[in-house]
Every structure is written in structure tokens, then in C-alpha cells.
């Protein structure tokens, strides 16, 4: 997924909006940015999005994050994922590490 943070005007407020292009009908892509939606709303319960397509296929899709309030976006390289041991790694849990800067 590739994105961007903007500010835009919608009427007389001014409000933030992150937009990242993807292929939603890839599920991983997809349900990372429902993640990615569900970690910012622990952060801003105002926080809205929606998908826009640009297609009948979904390969051209972007997803658009709305908020009142800036949309702090932490830099995702410095989360360490690790694989667990398990019989099956296709299903084998992860441990997620990130260490906070604010």
C-alpha cells in the first residue's frame, strides 16, 4: 500500500485525510487497511473511512481516512513481527512489538 496525509476543506473546517492506494479485492491488502483502521481508532474515535474504486475489478482502489484531528501515522518499519513456533505456519500466531514516541 502506498499513501499519503493531507489537510482539505469540507465546508468550514478544515480536516485530515489519509488516502493509500490498493487492490481491495486482495484480501491482505484489504484487511490491512482495516487494521490499520482499527489501530488509528484506538487513537481517534472520530476517525471515518470508505473505499473509492476506480473499476469494476477493485485493483485501483483507494482507501480514504477521515479525522478531525491530525492522524498520527507511526512509522510502520520499526514494528518488529515475529512468527511463533507452531505446527502450521501458514496459521501461527505473531508477536507485535512497537515502542511508543509520544
Not at 482539505?8 to 493509500?20: A, D, E, P, Y
Not at 487497511?33 to 477493485?58: N, P, R
Not at 505456519?89 to 515502542?99: G, K, N, R, W
Amino acid at each position: 500500500m502506498d499513501g499519503h496525509k493531507t489537510a482539505v476543506t469540507h465546508g468550514s473546517r478544515q480536516i485530515m485525510q489519509v488516502r493509500f492506494k490498493l487492490d481491495a479485492y486482495n484480501p491482505a491488502e484489504f484487511y490491512g487497511a482495516l487494521g490499520l483502521l482499527e489501530l488509528l481508532s484506538q487513537q481517534d474515535d472520530g476517525i471515518t473511512s470508505h473505499f473509492e474504486s476506480d473499476g469494476a475489478t477493485g485493483a485501483n482502489s483507494t482507501f480514504v481516512l477521515h479525522s478531525d484531528k491530525d492522524i498520527p501515522l507511526p512509522d510502520l518499519r520499526a514494528i518488529k513481527v515475529t512468527a511463533k513456533g507452531f505446527s502450521d505456519s501458514l496459521i501461527a500466531p505473531v508477536l507485535i512489538e512497537a515502542t511508543s514516541t509520544s
